[in-house]
């Protein structure tokens, strides 16, 4: 199916239904992934029940170094 | 002590995570600098290259508090989405608002600035906004509820110092929250005048990140915290306009 990932249209498997598995789908290895679903942000005990769905927008946040 | 609203510190030295040249060296100017509070950004993910190192791998999560900030927004409403995104992480204790007005000196928008902190509070957010050294925007913050308040010493990664120590002793005075002074940090001179002047604390990140040897001058800025701070508590003498000998003038009389 296609969804838009922090902007980029892309296809992902059928099978990659849930935020979890949309993670681990892309090899994200950061200690820390904050994730807003259709604008709605998500916590983290959520992404292993938040289904995917067709054009879905996603976006995946990280931390990086900042003062 | 520095308390700031339910999290108690004994280091008053807040440390940035941005530009060290790479992490073992940031980790060990981390160590060496014995900070309890790290600040970093928060930013999309590159996700056509997922598996870059980030600086928080080699961070113990459960031995820092975490200050995020809202740096990239312009707006209020920008600062409060960063802000809900960094708490969702579930490993941020605090926010940093910071809001550029400018691009060019990269200097607070004293508007935006003030209506997130007050959007952030409403959300039961621990707030430190980041200010300019006005004096009256910052006992604005502080009458909004910011529970502490963190003027610039002079632009971001300028290096530059403290440019007004007038404007930061009138709002040390005036503030009954905690004073961060946050940004333009040069040296070690820089920390012990602002703890000097009697701020509770101070955030600096290029002073350190962008040192010839960022772990020694990490060790040089938690020294510094600490004379800043024995030298305020200690009372320094007065300046005066004429010399007062120390030694007797009588000398032997021959």
Known sequence: MD????????????????????????????????????????????????????????????????G | MLQIGPYHFQSKLFLGTGKFSNFDIQKEAVDASETEVLTFAVQRMNIYEPNQPNFLEKI?????????????????????????????????HMVKVEIIGCDKTLLPDPVETLRATEMLLEEGFIVLPYTSDDVVLAKRLENLG???????????????????????????????VPVIVDAGI?????????????????LLNTAVSGATDPVKMAVAMKLAVQAGQLGFEAGRIPKKTHAVASSPQEGLGL
């Open chain 2, 60 to 92: 113990d999560l459960q031995k820092f508090k975490f200050l995020p900030n809202t740096a990239g927004a312009k707006t209020a409403e920008e600062a409060v989405r960063i802000a809900k995104l960094a708490q969702a992480s579930g490993i941020c």
């Open chain 2, 186 to 202: 040069g040296s070690p001179t820089d920390v012990a005048y602002a703890m000097e002047l009697g701020a509770d604390g101070v």
């Open chain 1, 3 to 66: 969804v838009r990932i922090n902007g980029n249209k892309m296809n992902i498997p059928q099978d990659v239904n849930t935020i979890s598995k949309l993670i681990a789908h892309l090899n994200i290895s950061n200690p820390v992934i904050i994730v807003e679903h259709n604008a709605q942000i998500l916590q983290k005990e959520d992404h292993a029940t938040t289904e995917v769905a067709p054009n879905d927008n996603i976006e995946l946040i990280q931390f990086v170094g900042g």
């Open chain 2, 146 to 176: 910011a529970h502490a308040i963190m003027p610039g010493a002079s632009p971001i990664g300028s290096g530059q110092g403290i440019v007004n120590p007038l404007n930061l002793q009138f709002i040390i005075e005036q503030s009954e």
